[in-house]
């Protein structure tokens, strides 16, 4: 079977912190950002804009980013969780050389992540290699948010070209 995703997106707060996570925010501030929400709050709106103020605070946004700025990229985020939930991947009719990319901070995994995969990291592996044929598994530094920022980046790039070097006999 594909790999297998939660029914449904996950509550607001759980949004909210991957979405954190995506504007910028650590793994460790964007969980302060939730637990800082007002209690009773009952819109993205009033969510949005408590991280809003809270990413001015901790110098993450502008101090001129106001609400009607990030709202759009809130309502991407939105549908992109609304799309993920209900879709199921089917496998690749041919056989698909693959590199599988996975965080090692498995721990600091997003809420959102770890509540919408409910399957074990050889789970997971086998089920991609029933999609694609062939998998490369290989473990890289950072988290799902921050493997692709400026401090792991090269440990992607070189795993990308040992990839690439193996299938075309490139020199490395």
Known sequence: ??????????????????FCRSLGFSWKQAQQAIKSLPPNYQS????????????????????????????P?????????????????????????????????AENKSLLVARSIRVTDRQTEEQWKQLVGALQHTVVPGDHYSMIGAGFVNAIAKSM????????????
């Open 44 to 71: 993205d709106t009033v969510a949005l804009q408590h991280l809003l103020e809270r990413g001015k605070q901790i110098g993450i946004f502008p101090p001129m980013l106001d609400l009607k700025t990030i709202l």
């Open 1 to 18: 079977p594909a790999p297998v995703f939660a029914q449904a997106p996950p509550e607001l707060p759980e949004q909210i912190q991957g």
């Open 161 to 172: 070209l040992e990839f690439l070097s193996t299938l075309y006999s490139l020199p490395v």
């Open 73 to 105: 990229f809130w309502q991407v985020f939105e549908s992109n969780m609304q799309a993920l939930y209900p879709y199921k991947a089917t496998p690749y009719p041919s056989t698909l050389q693959t590199l599988f990319l996975q965080a090692r901070d």
